[in-house]
């Protein structure tokens, strides 16, 4: 378990190969949720190499743009609920059910790999898919193999099912959360892509 405060590296691996990395800030570190944050400008690392269907999305970004974003993950669970504000008056705008591989700590801090499919639940409004039609595509490229993307579809779908029933395993709250203004990201450590 990390202290409360500890800045942490969130990193996704593709096929045991980092492909992207961050740095995190751990909000709440318990054995069955950790909460973390994504401030504004933590930098960005992506390894060189090859990568089906090319380099990850936020490639050629130095960092997080925007408002931060708070991730709730629990362990064991493919998927993580991120916490997205809006405006300048950091409104709260909505969740998002990012489908990832379940997280797995490391010496540097965790590793998961995000799988594509999402849901947005905006504050007021009906959740809908998000990358959906893209899967297909995937498993063309060869990032995906198509029993891969049958357990993702199998998750999103029974996420799917829980909202359509009206529940919400994430304690709403967090929504109300407020980063301290002076908390600035540091570096990637050196070796942070090294699995």
Request: aromatic share 14%; net charge negative.
């Amino acid at each position: 378990m990390w202290d409360e405060g500890a800045w942490v590296v969130r990193r996704e691996i593709w096929r045991e190969k980092p492909w992207a990395g961050t740095v995190v800030r751990v909000i709440e570190d318990r054995p069955e949720l950790l909460v973390s944050y994504l401030p504004t400008g933590a930098p960005f690392g992506f390894p060189d190499g090859s990568w089906p269907g090319g380099r990850h999305p936020w490639h050629g970004r130095p960092g997080w743009e925007g408002h931060g974003v708070l991730m709730l993950q629990r362990p064991k669970e493919s998927h993580a609920i991120w916490h997205f504000w809006d405006g300048p008056e950091r409104r709260f705008a909505g969740w998002y059910v990012n489908l990832q591989r379940p997280f797995t700590r490391t010496a540097v801090g965790y590793d998961t790999q995000d799988l594509e499919l999402d849901i947005w639940i905006p504050d007021r409004g009906e959740w809908r898919w998000k990358d959906r039609d893209k899967l297909d595509e995937r498993v063309q490229e060869g990032r995906f193999t198509a029993g891969e993307v049958e357990e993702i579809l199998a998750e999103g779908d029974r996420i799917a099912a829980e909202l359509d029933a009206g529940r919400r395993w994430w304690d709403e709250r967090w929504r109300d959360f407020v980063p301290d203004p002076g908390w600035e990201a540091p570096g990637l450590p050196a070796g942070w892509d090294r699995v």
